[in-house]
């Protein structure tokens, strides 16, 4: 059974700090997803990986995939307010014609002025 | 694009009673998803169909769930007979083809 795990699971970080949250699963994977979240809202796609190496950025936010280590990453760079909400990665087994994700836990993230 | 379309927004209703949850998926997306999403249990996917045929029902929680496709712009989740336990919000995703899925708004339950 495929296991996501997402750390931290709440993390409090002051404007214009870095930081990473981490995405590890437990099966190999061919594509995993970051999403947003903001207090009762939807789920915003962010980013989609699908090969090993693979980093895309958008403003602020950077993800990348190792599949050999089954870690994914999301960096912030220099945080700012408007990125406090949770985000959740999730993991696509690679069964053909199967497109089931198992989302992480999610990281509720609050930037601090 | 109107994005993914869910009916109703929010729902209350008394145990027993039966739920029916809309959703139109944006138009062109070949797959779409029910998920619910609880405190407790996190983000769950439900079944998922492509092109209009049940492909992992695996999810669904036990027989007072069920879910229809008739077509490419329609689905719906019922739930009957619904119980507390049910109460979450419910969220319909459809997808491109190029993997990417997108999220409607969510119908939020509460079953007295």
């Known amino acids: 059974e495929l296991k996501v795990e997402q750390n931290p699971l709440f993390l409090s970080m002051q404007e214009g700090k870095n930081y990473t949250i981490y995405c590890n699963y437990s099966t190999t994977s061919d594509r995993l997803y970051w999403y947003r979240q903001d207090p009762g809202k939807s789920l915003e796609s962010l980013f989609v990986?699908?090969?090993?190496?693979a980093v895309k950025q958008e403003g602020r936010l950077m993800a990348s995939l190792d599949t050999k280590a089954r870690l994914s990453t999301l960096h912030i760079t220099a945080a700012v307010h408007d990125l406090s909400a949770t985000y959740f990665c999730?993991?696509?087994?690679?069964?053909?014609?199967?497109?089931?994700?198992?989302f992480g836990t999610g990281t509720r993230l609050t930037i601090i002025p | 694009d109107a994005g993914v379309i869910q009916s109703p927004r929010h729902e209350v209703t008394e145990m027993g009673q039966e739920v029916t949850l809309r959703c139109k998926p944006i138009s062109g997306h070949n797959s779409l998803f029910w998920y619910r999403q609880t405190m407790m249990r996190g983000l769950e996917l439900l079944i998922y169909?492509?092109?209009?045929?049940?492909?992992?029902d695996s999810g669904m929680p036990e027989d007072r769930f069920s879910a229809k496709m008739p077509n490419a712009s329609f689905s719906t989740l019922k739930i009957q007979p619904s119980e507390p336990r049910d109460s979450a919000v419910y969220f319909c995703?459809?997808?491109?083809?190029?993997?990417?899925?997108?999220f409607g708004p969510g119908t939020r339950l509460t079953v007295l």
């Open positions: 169909f492509n092109n209009n045929v049940p492909i992992d």
């Open positions: 990986l699908l090969s090993n190496g």
């Open positions: 995703a459809s997808r491109t083809r190029s993997h990417e899925q997108f």
């Open positions: 999730a993991v696509h087994l690679p069964n053909f014609g199967n497109e089931k994700l198992t």
